[in-house]
Each structure stands twice: as structure tokens, then as C-alpha cells.
């Protein structure tokens, strides 16, 4: 789903934390809501990683510039409440209503001729051409700066470093190669 156009609208229910790859999944979705609790981040330049499933292509597109920026780079996590206020999901909702709150968005939408919400989704994201064969072309030139960066970055030292820092917790020794 990260990286494959889907025509249907998909919307995330986060009930709790969502770290690098909850993340970008909350950013291939087309709508979220999350429950109060809930926690979003993108840690993985904490580990010598690069979130590249997604979060370093859509982050900056879906939150303002600079608070995106700042959760690339240092890595820190936000709660709900700022998540929605900057714009990442669209409601927070207390944990017992999370899927209902979620169904009845989804209620809404198919109450709509399901071609129309189809291709406008398709318009809104920038995708071209047929199921099977279309393209995502407003992301692009992104992902493949995306994928040229992972292949870098996962084949360096510092990748091997940072899990492994992680696991026996402790600080990395970054070595920058």
C-alpha cells in the first residue's frame, strides 16, 4: 500500500503508538483518526535508518515543512493532539469510539457514487492511468530519491550500528560510513 496507488479511499485507525511504520501507513492512508493515547514518529535516524517506506516522501507534503522536517530529523515522536493539530489525521476520538468514529467516516464516503469519490481520489493523488498499470506521479521523482537514499543508508555501518545500539541499549557510535 506505501507505494502502490490504490483507487478506494483507506482510512487508518490508530489505537496506539505508531512508530516508523505505522507512521507511513497513517501517510498512505487518505484519512486517520487516532485515539487520544496514540503516538506518531519517524525514529529511524535514531537507529542509523531512513524512513523509506514513505515517511520521508509524504511527511513533508502532508504536515507543514518545518514540523515535518523536525520529526525526520531528530526522530522524536508527537502525541494525538498534535498529530491533529499539524494536520497528519483528521479527528481524535476516546479509544472505545476509534472504530466507530472511523465507520461512520467511512459511512459518509460510500454514501457517495463510488465513481466519483474513485476518481477523485485518483485526481486528488495524482494518479494516472489504469488499475494494473498506473502510477503515482506527484510522488515519482520522490521515491526514487527515496529508494536511492534506503540502498545507501541500509548498506552503511551506522545501519548496522543503530539496531544493534538499540537492542543492547545503549548510545550508537555513529561513523557516519
Known sequence: MVQHPISKPIIAAVNGTALG????????????IAAEHATFGLPEVKRGLIAAAGGVVRLPDQMP?????????????????AALRWGLIN??????ELLPAAKDL??????????SVQYSKRVAAGIVGEPGS???????????????????????????????AFAEKRQPMWKAR
Not at 507512521?23 to 484519512?31: H, R, S, W
Not at 479527528?91 to 472505545?96: E, I, K, L, R, W
Not at 506527484?138 to 534506503?150: I, P, T
Open 21 to 32: 511504520g505505522g507512521t507511513e501507513l497513517v501517510l498512505a492512508a487518505d484519512l486517520a
Open 91 to 96: 479527528d481524535v476520538a476516546p479509544s472505545s
Open 134 to 164: 498506473f502510477a503515482i506521479i506527484r510522488e515519482g521523482a520522490s521515491w526514487m530519491a527515496s529508494n536511492s537514499a534506503m540502498v545507501a543508508v541500509f548498506s552503511s555501518e551506522d545501519a548496522i550500528e543503530g539496531p544493534k
Open 106 to 115: 467511512a459511512n459518509r464516503i460510500a454514501a457517495n457514487a463510488p465513481l
Open 65 to 81: 515543512r518545518k514540523v515535518a522536517m523536525q520529526l525526520i530529523l531528530t526522530g522524536e515522536p508527537i502525541d494525538a493532539v
